[in-house]
């Protein structure tokens, strides 16, 4: 069974910087991601990268600021989130992709204060 545990948010001043982490139990996965939700708004893809090749991909709000990142022997992923946005104030969701299997993490808030 599929486990993912997402951690590192919290409250921050616009301009700073927070790292998301994700452990993730089990392997072969074919893809990672981070989601984020704000209130009153729908799910929205913020960072993605792909097991084969590492290509990643960003929303256009987060480029130049968010990096997605993997690391194999902790089998975890981060999101390196810099220059912090009030408008980036949300609850931040891991996901992966394995088959037609896709599983989600509990969530994690990210506010920031302007």
Do not use: H
């Not at 590192?8 to 989601?35: E, I, M, T």
């Not at 990643?56 to 690391?71: E, L, M, P, W």
Request: proline share 2%; net charge positive.
């Amino acid at each position: 069974q599929v486990r993912l545990v997402d951690f590192g948010g919290g409250l921050v001043q616009a301009g700073g910087s927070l790292r998301l982490s994700c452990a993730v139990s089990g392997f072969s996965f074919s893809s990672y991601a981070w989601y984020r939700q704000a209130p009153g708004k729908e799910r929205e893809l913020v960072a993605f990268i792909f097991s084969v090749g590492g290509t990643t991909q960003y929303a256009d709000s987060v480029k130049g600021r968010f990096t997605i990142s993997r690391d194999n022997g902790k089998n975890t992923i981060y999101l390196q989130m810099n220059s912090l946005k009030p408008e980036d104030t949300a609850v931040y969701y891991c996901r992966v992709v394995r088959g037609a299997t896709v599983s989600w993490g509990q969530g994690t808030q990210v506010t920031v204060s302007s």
